[in-house]
C-alpha cells in the first residue's frame, strides 16, 4: 500500500490550491482516506476524511465550508480542495489510508491507532 500526495506551494490568503493523494496497492474502496495536517510547533491534526465506499465525508470545524474532499475510486484518487485559505492553514499536508473504523477517528486524538499508512507530506504556505 503507498500513498503519493502532491499539489501543495505558495497561495496568497484568500485563494485556492487543490492536493492530490494517489494510492497503489490496493482496491479502492478498502481504506477511508483522511487528510491530515501539521503546522509549526503543532501536533498532526485531522483535517477531513471520506468514507470507504460510499463518499460520506467530515472536516475539521476550522476548516469547515472551506475544503472539499473528492473521491475517485476509478482513479484511486482522492483530493483536497482549499479555498479561502488562510495564513494559519499553512502546514505540511498528508494523506493516509485509514483501516477499520478510522473513518470515525479521524479528527480525534485517536487517529494513529487507524493509520495503515501515510503519503509524504506536500507543503502548503498561505502569506502574502
Known amino acids: 500500500v503507498q500513498l503519493q500526495a502532491s499539489g501543495g506551494g505558495l497561495v496568497q490568503p484568500g485563494g485556492s490550491l487543490r492536493l492530490s493523494c494517489r494510492a497503489s496497492?490496493?482496491?479502492?474502496?478498502?481504506?477511508?482516506i483522511g487528510w491530515f495536517r501539521q503546522g509549526p510547533g503543532k501536533e498532526r491534526e485531522g483535517v477531513g476524511c471520506?468514507?470507504?465506499?460510499?463518499?460520506?465525508?467530515s472536516y475539521a470545524d476550522s476548516v469547515k465550508g472551506r475544503f472539499t474532499i473528492f473521491r475517485d475510486n476509478a482513479k484511486n484518487v482522492v483530493d483536497l480542495q482549499m479555498n479561502s485559505l488562510k495564513p494559519e492553514d499553512t502546514a505540511d499536508y498528508y494523506c493516509a489510508a485509514l483501516k477499520g473504523d478510522g473513518y470515525y477517528y479521524c479528527l480525534g486524538k485517536r487517529f494513529h491507532e487507524y493509520v495503515e499508512v501515510w503519503g509524504q507530506g506536500t507543503l502548503v504556505t498561505v502569506s502574502s
Open positions: 471520506i468514507s470507504r465506499s460510499d463518499g460520506i465525508t
Open positions: 496497492g490496493f482496491t479502492p474502496g478498502v481504506y477511508a
